[in-house]
């Protein structure tokens, strides 16, 4: 059985790697928040390695996109103030920053089942009820749009448009759909009783082992800043 760390504490871990990565400036250092990300993926995917490779791989082409801009196509401003030896290391830490968010992200979003992180933001971090079942919806509503923008674009096609525009249009079509499937489920969960006086399903806690991962990520994060002094 794999372990699960609460959902509030994945994501206060997660905010403090993502702080770290963004006021320094070091590609080792990023390179040590790499590390912690993919043993948090190891140890607490939620999500199969499928779906995990593929957001790996696609944040490595953006990535490495990102890279070869850098270094081949550098600011002016740039390559005045560090010479093109020093073009090298500004794109590698500037990549090095986004493969690092990267994987911070990943490791956030397989690491936490949507239900358990709404419950932990109700139960740990004291959200209101309407703000987080309204993220509840926004997650779920995450994995509707391309199918709506696909079925969108599909019907404009059919019925004989074509060219750059049906794009724009496939998009507002989307967006109006998206509008009104919103206020059906709005409808549908005041209907439901979901209010701040309902009964959660879900009852979560901070854990022996919460306290453990986050105060052995608190001293790795210190240990590397400190080895970067």
């Known amino acids: 059985m794999k372990m ?12 403090l790697l993502s702080m770290v990565i963004l006021f320094t400036k070091s590609w080792k250092l990023n390179g ?18 499928g779906r995990v490779v593929k957001l790996g791989l696609g944040l490595l082409m953006i990535t490495l996109t990102y890279f070869l801009s850098v ?21 590698l830490e500037l990549s090095s920053r986004i493969l690092a968010l990267g994987l911070v992200g990943i490791s956030l979003s397989t690491s936490i089942e ?22 509840l919806v926004a997650i779920n509503f995450l ?19 074509s060219g750059s525009g049906v794009y724009l249009k496939a998009l507002t079509t989307m967006m109006i759909r998206l509008m009104r499937q919103s206020e059906y489920t709005a409808m549908a969960m005041e209907l439901r009783g ?19 991962y986050s105060s ?11 080895l970067q002094q």
């Open 194 to 212: 979901f209010s701040p006086d309902r009964v959660q399903k879900i009852q979560l806690e901070i854990s022996i082992l919460d306290l453990i």
């Open 114 to 135: 949507k239900n358990e992180f709404v419950a932990s933001l109700i139960q740990q971090l004291k959200v209101p009820v309407a703000i987080a079942y309204s993220i």
């Open 32 to 49: 040590a928040m790499m590390l912690a990300s993919i043993v948090i993926i190891v140890l607490f995917r939620q999500q199969p390695w």
């Open 143 to 161: 994995t509707l749009i391309q199918t709506e923008y696909e079925q969108s674009k599909l019907a404009l096609q059919i019925r004989g448009i």
């Open 71 to 91: 270094y081949f196509y550098p600011n002016e401003n740039l390559l005045v103030q560090t010479g093109s030896s020093g073009v090298f290391s500004v794109a």
């Open 216 to 226: 052995l990520m608190v001293s790795f994060i210190v240990i590397v800043i400190w």
């Open 4 to 15: 699960r760390i609460n959902p509030s504490v994945q994501l206060g871990v997660s905010f």
